[in-house]
């Protein structure tokens, strides 16, 4: 089966959870049978074409960008060569030029969005877009929600209840470098042990600003790994605390991260916006049988991290309720490291890739059969 994933960034351009989401897709639908192609917009198409483990990924020249939304004039031409060869389209939501295209396209092939996160922060451009997002949800086939807790708190999700399939975000162990001492010793010179740990893109929903208010005086670090939007505001920021106890690693090698995990006390995730859906991070955290740390809003970061079972979830945009939970990780080992193996459990029973491939491969399987009849069916008219 051809499965073409339609997304505004991906590998190698950007870094970030939902494009990680997407290579983990294509990485467990893998052993189905399923072949995956990426289409996304990228500032640089030098190579235009890259061919990655998990996909061949197709990059359409970016000409503009409108509160977030990548716009590619190239890209429809493209798409239209790509719909040429899939069997299924795979749209990853919110990108609203990707409703653009698909009506552009006259897309007749089955689809599925996977509903990464509502639009939170452009209200008066999401009102002028709703009309359009409406139509476009309606029109799909599927519709994929990442944890029950997002679809219950969601605005938008149960309107199209008759279609909506829960499947969690799920990670392959295998698909992760395994931490080698070199890397571990390397990573422990730079960076120490026992520290707090953030990874993702420094965006505004990311809520660092209330992380750095916390550990004003902390007897612990905390490296924050990552770059993006807000990180030159977080710096500064730290200045004006005069912190000594937070690293800005910036972007840094899967080995590295991985052995920053290991090396952590706990991974700490300070969202309190709805933008932040489910957190990759704290799946990454659980697969290393590290303790977590979030709040509550009613979205998957809930579901990953369940308190005192996986670790500590706390009142959101409070950074007296983050500090405090990251004090009791600190003065008391025992608790991390029980919540840590509560967390590695819970990750194996819920969120493994190979469970999260599987479902995917129901939903695009189920999708074909329906295509298949419909064939048949008009080919019995003829």
Same mark, same amino acid.
């Given at each position: 089966?051809?499965?073409?994933?339609?997304?505004?960034?991906? /590998?190698?351009?950007?870094?970030?959870?939902?494009?990680?989401?997407? @290579?983990?897709?294509?990485?467990?639908?893998?052993?189905?049978?399923?072949?995956? =192609?990426?289409?996304?917009?990228?500032?640089?198409? =030098?190579?235009?074409?890259? @061919?990655?483990?998990?996909?061949?990924?197709?990059?359409?020249?970016?000409?503009?960008?409108?509160?977030?939304?990548?716009?590619?004039?190239?890209?429809?031409?493209?798409?239209?060569?790509?719909?040429?060869?899939?069997?299924?389209?795979?749209?990853?939501?919110?990108?609203?030029?990707?409703?653009? !295209?698909?009506?552009?396209?006259?897309? $007749?092939?089955?689809?599925?969005?996977?509903?990464?996160?509502?639009?939170? $922060?452009?209200?008066?451009?999401?009102?002028?877009?709703?009309?359009?997002?409406?139509?476009?949800?309606?029109?799909?086939?599927?519709?994929?929600?990442?944890?029950?807790?997002?679809? %219950?708190?969601?605005?938008? !999700?149960?309107?199209?209840?008759?279609?909506?399939?829960?499947?969690?975000?799920?990670?392959? =162990?295998?698909?992760?470098?395994?931490?080698?001492?070199?890397?571990?010793?390397?990573?422990?010179?730079?960076?120490?042990?026992? /520290?707090?740990? /953030?990874?993702?893109?420094?965006?505004?929903?990311?809520?660092?600003?209330?992380?750095?208010? %916390?550990?004003?005086?902390?007897?612990?670090?905390?490296?924050?790994?990552?770059?993006?939007?807000?990180?030159?505001?977080?710096?500064?920021?730290?200045?004006?605390?005069?912190?000594? &106890?937070?690293? /800005?690693?910036?972007?840094?090698?899967?080995?590295?991260?991985?052995?920053?995990?290991?090396?952590?006390?706990?991974?700490?995730?300070?969202?309190?916006?709805?933008?932040?859906?489910?957190?990759?991070?704290?799946?990454?955290?659980?697969? $290393?049988?590290?303790?977590?740390?979030?709040?509550?809003?009613?979205?998957?970061?809930?579901?990953? &991290?369940?308190?005192?079972?996986?670790?500590?979830?706390?009142?959101?945009?409070?950074?007296?309720?983050?500090?405090?939970?990251?004090?009791?990780?600190?003065?008391?080992?025992?608790?991390?490291?029980? !919540?840590?193996?509560?967390?590695?459990?819970?990750?194996?029973?819920?969120? &493994?890739?190979?469970?999260?491939?599987?479902?995917?491969?129901?939903?695009?399987?189920?999708?074909?059969? $329906?295509?298949?009849?419909? &064939?048949?069916?008009?080919?019995?008219?003829?």
């Amino acid at each position: 089966m051809r499965v073409l994933h339609v997304y505004r960034t991906y /590998f190698p351009q950007t870094q970030g959870g939902l494009e990680e989401t997407i @290579r983990q897709i294509c990485l467990n639908t893998r052993r189905h049978g399923v072949e995956s =192609r990426v289409l996304c917009i990228s500032p640089s198409v =030098r190579p235009r074409v890259v @061919r990655r483990e998990e996909a061949v990924v197709f990059r359409s020249r970016l000409h503009l960008e409108i509160a977030s939304c990548s716009v590619s004039l190239q890209a429809l031409p493209m798409f239209r060569r790509l719909l040429g060869w899939a069997e299924v389209v795979h749209y990853h939501f919110p990108w609203p030029f990707a409703d653009v !295209l698909h009506f552009a396209a006259r897309v $007749r092939l089955p689809t599925v969005l996977t509903y990464h996160s509502d639009i939170v $922060r452009q209200k008066v451009l999401a009102a002028l877009y709703a009309p359009l997002m409406n139509r476009f949800l309606k029109s799909m086939d599927r519709i994929v929600c990442t944890s029950p807790n997002y679809f %219950a708190s969601s605005a938008v !999700l149960p309107r199209f209840e008759d279609k909506i399939d829960i499947v969690p975000i799920g990670l392959a =162990r295998k698909s992760y470098p395994q931490g080698s001492p070199e890397h571990m010793a390397h990573a422990r010179a730079c960076y120490g042990e026992g /520290f707090f740990l /953030f990874v993702g893109m420094l965006r505004y929903y990311k809520c660092l600003h209330i992380l750095l208010d %916390a550990i004003q005086g902390a007897p612990y670090r905390v490296v924050i790994v990552g770059s993006g939007p807000t990180e030159a505001e977080l710096k500064k920021q730290a200045r004006e605390l005069a912190l000594d &106890n937070v690293v /800005f690693a910036g972007q840094v090698s899967d080995e590295i991260k991985v052995a920053l995990i290991d090396l952590s006390r706990a991974v700490v995730f300070p969202s309190y916006m709805r933008s932040e859906a489910f957190g990759v991070t704290l799946l990454e955290g659980a697969m $290393r049988g590290k303790p977590l740390i979030s709040t509550e809003v009613g979205s998957g970061t809930s579901h990953v &991290n369940v308190d005192l079972k996986t670790g500590l979830v706390v009142t959101p945009a409070s950074h007296r309720a983050l500090r405090e939970a990251m004090d009791r990780l600190h003065q008391q080992p025992d608790l991390a490291r029980r !919540l840590g193996d509560g967390a590695r459990q819970r990750f194996d029973e819920l969120f &493994n890739g190979r469970l999260m491939g599987d479902r995917y491969m129901r939903i695009y399987g189920a999708l074909a059969q $329906r295509r298949d009849a419909g &064939n048949v069916a008009l080919s019995g008219l003829e």
